[in-house]
């Protein structure tokens, strides 16, 4: 009977297993790598290079600024486990309110609190503003993070003679260049679309992610897409990094212990 139980447990651990350990990984690198967001995300609009966002940031706000949003992050993440897109819409909507002029901030007090004034003064479907843009790009990054991560494996390890450490340091920062780089488009068009607002005549300035999509293209060019992908992909990379890192960390843990 105890053989049977542990057995089952064993089993239920082998399913749950790539689960937990991919959640707690990610979990870590999102601590370490909150600053940077805040930096991406205003940049994107429109706030000056990297040096002047956190320039002005530390200035005006603080060094506490790059982590006083960290709670709303993890209340997203937690809601986004159901919800996804309007939690993102949420935390987007919080990191740009800084930017605004006063009379234009929506001062939202927390992730539930902005959640229930987009409601209230948008609709519910307003909730998914973005969604289109935000499940592309989870499906681009996701794709360049684990297609060329195999393969830069396969490159360092049994091409180039690399050992553990150099080979997963080497695979992970190519897999998280090519994950910045799948994914920056479909992020530059979910922002501009999560965090717009309607002019004097309630007339909003793009009429879905598309519109966005071929204005930005007519405006800018391919290459407007690609604003602050410098900052982005520092954000992005080591996140991938360090999910990668702490995976492999967390896989011989377990190892260790024969789970």
């Not at 091409?159 to 150099?166: A, K, N, Q, Y």
Request: charged residues 15%.
């Amino acid at each position: 009977m105890a053989e049977g139980k542990s057995t089952s447990q064993t089993g239920a651990w082998s399913t749950v297993k790539p689960f937990a350990n991919g959640g707690l990984s990610g979990m870590l690198a999102t601590c370490a790598i909150q600053p940077i967001d805040m930096v991406k995300v205003r940049i994107q609009l429109g706030q000056g290079s990297a040096a002047q966002v956190t320039k002005n940031m530390l200035a005006n706000e603080g060094f506490g600024s790059f982590y006083k949003k960290a709670a709303i992050g993890l209340t997203a993440g937690a809601i986004g486990a159901s919800v996804g897109s309007p939690a993102d819409l949420a935390l987007i909507r919080m990191q740009a309110d800084a930017t605004l002029p006063a009379a234009q901030r929506r001062n939202y007090k927390n992730a539930f609190h902005a959640l229930y004034r987009i409601i209230a003064d948008e609709g519910v479907l307003a909730l998914w503003k973005g969604a289109g843009p935000t499940v592309v790009r989870a499906m681009s990054l996701n794709m360049g993070m684990l297609a060329s991560y195999d393969q830069s494996v396969e490159l360092f390890r049994d091409s180039l003679g690399f050992g553990e450490v150099s080979t997963v340091l080497g695979a992970s920062a190519v897999s998280g260049f090519f994950a910045s780089a799948c994914s920056l488009p479909f992020d530059y068009v979910k922002t501009q679309i999560q965090k717009m607002q309607p002019d004097a005549n309630g007339k909003y300035p793009y009429t879905g992610s598309l519109d966005c999509a071929m204005q930005t293209l007519k405006s800018g060019g391919p290459l407007k897409f690609y604003t602050g992908f410098p900052v982005y992909c520092v954000r992005i990379a080591p996140h991938v990094m360090m999910t990668w890192i702490f995976l492999n960390q967390i896989q011989k843990v377990e190892k260790s212990l024969g789970l």
